[in-house]
């Protein structure tokens, strides 16, 4: 029979306290990263815009918005950059679509970087609203100068053609009108949205403005064969008001609920105060809106999708003039419309005793 003898010595003894420990401190220093992992990804998850954290060259954490994110190196060369330089640095760079954004390079702890991609959904879409904006102000221009040039060249080869020279200079003095109105109507929309634009504030008896303003329209009205009602509540008080503006507004909508309402129809205007507004209501029997073009009706140079095939000229200004025009005043529009049935528009104006 075999006896076996363990020497446990100095060493054997220091290995049983050493090897613990360090799986222990091993352990401890997996478990503290990935706590901080975690921790890093609740904080880049709380953003609605793509945002990552960098330790060091190497990605920690990151939202589901920054997924498919492709420009992986120049987020490791920014975070990089923040971290030598020990500052906050803003970058542009480029996404898929090869549309610029601005990252934000932040350092939040030792070696470790936060990047944001700053929101700009907003300038997006601005930067595409114009686009379109200057896209169809070229083609409203594009119109009737092309009709304009035809007509000045026809006039030129055909001196002797007197008849018909006559008819293409009425043309001709009808679409210099239209640009006139466009270029008009365009400068005093940028005058309306300057941030120094002031409104000649003064007293205005908007109910005899109506009626004037109904006065004036009245024998386009005969002419298209439109009814026109009115009905006034009676002792109806002033208003603090541009006279000027709220006269361009009032035209606009007759206007447009003239143009739009075929013969036979009726356009009605109801003026009367609610509590401390004063509420205005223009109701057509015209065609109506379509509800899908309903939230961009007072867009610049915006067109609905029309039923009818009547002709309807016009700058596509009109409405976005009324809308700032009801805004400087710091009044509310509302439009209710139904195809086939006809629209109604509502200004409602804020009444302000005059200082005294």
């Known amino acids: 029979m075999f006896d076996f003898v363990i020497y446990f010595g100095p060493l054997e003894f220091l290995a049983c306290f050493t090897l613990p420990l360090i799986g222990v401190c091993v352990g401890g220093w997996f478990w503290y990263r990935t706590q901080q992992r975690q921790e890093w990804q609740r904080v880049v998850t709380s953003f609605p815009y793509p945002a990552w954290v960098f330790r060091g060259d190497k990605p920690l954490a990151w939202n589901q918005q920054a997924t498919n994110w492709r420009g992986m190196q120049d987020l490791v060369k920014l975070s990089g950059d923040v971290r030598r330089r020990q500052q906050h640095i803003v970058r542009t760079l480029y996404d898929e679509n090869a549309e610029s954004v601005k990252v934000r390079g932040v350092n939040v702890a030792q070696n470790v970087t936060l990047l944001l991609m700053e929101d700009n ?15 169809n102000v070229g083609h409203e221009l594009k119109t009737p100068l092309t009709i304009i040039q035809g007509h000045a060249s026809k006039v030129s080869s055909s001196p002797n053609d007197i008849d018909g020279n006559a008819a293409s200079l009425g043309i001709i003095a009808g679409e210099a009108k239209h ?3 466009l270029v008009d109507n365009l400068l005093l929309i940028a005058r309306l949205e300057a941030p120094d634009f002031q409104l000649d504030r003064r007293g205005v008896n908007f109910g005899a403005l109506v009626e004037q303003i109904i006065l004036d329209v009245s024998d386009l009205a005969e002419t298209r ?5 009115l009905n006034l509540q009676p002792g109806l008080p002033q208003i603090q008001g541009d006279r000027v503006q709220l006269r361009q507004m009032l035209i606009n909508l007759l206007d447009n609920a003239l143009k739009y309402t075929p013969a036979g129809g009726t356009v009605a ?9 004063l509420s205005c209501r223009i109701r057509d029997t015209g065609e109506g809106i379509p ?3 309903l939230p961009f009706i007072f867009e610049k140079l915006y067109r ?3 039923t009818s095939t009547r002709t309807v000229e016009g700058s ?3 409405l976005a003039l009324v809308q700032q025009i009801v805004l400087a005043h710091d009044g509310d529009l509302k439009v209710r419309s139904s195809l086939g049935k006809g629209s109604t528009f509502t200004v409602e104006l804020p009444i302000v005793e005059e200082a005294a």
Do not use: P, W
């Not at 064969?225 to 009602?229: K, R, T, W, Y």
């Open 304 to 306: 609905a999708k029309r």
């Open 291 to 293: 509800e899908d073009d």
């Open 121 to 135: 959904s907003t300038t997006k879409r601005q930067q595409s609203y114009y686009r379109n904006f200057i896209r």
């Open 316 to 318: 596509g200004l009109g």
């Open 269 to 277: 205007v109801s003026l009367s105060q609610i509590d401390t507004v």
């Open 225 to 229: 064969q439109i009814g026109l009602d």
């Open 179 to 181: 640009l006139t109105q």
